[in-house]
């Protein structure tokens, strides 16, 4: 059954085998492959019973640091399912290569927590049913795409407030920013992923965030604003990210920096 046209399945999961038989789980491995992931000195305890699996414990070395979760899935005609986790000093760019981001865009060293749960008879609907909450910390990392050091560096010599739009329209398609820690708590409700608290810390801006990522609809409406560090009475400015995931338009926003050039 192909996708619907928002990419995820109607197709109803099948999960009567948790129903065919009951057993008991403990394990201890130098390495576990799960798909394409390698979970390194990994231990898994879980039981099946009546149809409830209950993951009491997986935990593993996984990117470079340590993951930890528990979790449970019931069948029936509407399945359910909870997890909750941990993952602690993780390789975040081998993360999201992992995860499929091929361009690389962020780096650094993630600690994440997290509590989700869904219930849905099929892709699409454990998608939009998805809700909980997290937390995430990255430390020491870059995120590529666009480079707050230039703009900073070359705000020095502008004379015109259209030479910054310039200016910022290509620091915002290229190079690299390096911060020494980027944070945020989020909430996910219906599928829509939501933080009002992102912190980006760096030698060149000081940024903070907020927005919501809509995993039903594949879609993004998030706000950014940059404060840079070496130039303390220039006023922020900022950037609205908005429309398909796969390829999102950014809106600039520069009217109070231009006016203070």
């Avoid at 995820?8 to 065919?20: G, K, M, N, T, V």
């Avoid at 620091?171 to 980006?200: C, N, Y």
Wanted: glycine share 10%; no cysteine; aromatic share 6%.
């Amino acid at each position: 059954v192909a996708p619907g046209p928002d990419g995820w399945s109607r197709e109803p999961i099948d999960l009567s085998a948790l129903e065919a038989v009951d057993g008991r789980l403990d394990l201890s491995a130098k390495l576990l492959t799960v798909g394409s992931q390698r979970l390194e000195a990994a231990t898994v305890e879980a039981t099946l019973d009546d149809g409830r699996l209950v993951l009491r414990q997986v935990s593993g070395d996984l990117f470079g640091g340590r993951m930890t979760l528990n979790g449970s899935a019931v069948g029936g005609s509407t399945p359910v399912m909870e997890v909750s986790g941990s993952i602690e000093d993780a390789d975040l760019g081998e993360a999201a290569t992992a995860a499929g981001d091929d361009g690389g865009r962020l780096s650094g060293t993630i600690n994440l927590d997290y509590d989700l749960e869904t219930r849905g008879v099929s892709e699409f609907d454990l998608v939009s049913n998805l809700t909980g909450a997290g937390l995430f910390v990255v430390t020491d990392g870059a995120v590529d795409g666009f480079d707050l050091p230039s703009v900073s560096e070359k705000l020095k010599s502008l004379n015109r407030a259209t030479d910054f739009v310039i200016l910022a329209q290509k620091a915002f398609s290229e190079g690299s920013t390096p911060f020494s820690r980027l944070e945020a708590s989020f909430v996910a409700d219906k599928g829509a992923i939501t933080t009002r608290d992102a912190v980006l810390v760096s030698d060149s801006a000081a940024g903070n965030a907020r927005g919501t990522v809509d995993l039903p609809r594949r879609s993004i409406e998030a706000t950014a604003e940059f404060s840079l560090v070496e130039h303390p009475n220039a006023p922020p400015f900022g950037v609205r990210i908005t429309g398909p995931l796969e390829e999102p338009r950014q809106i600039f926003q520069f009217q109070e920096i231009q006016a203070y050039i």
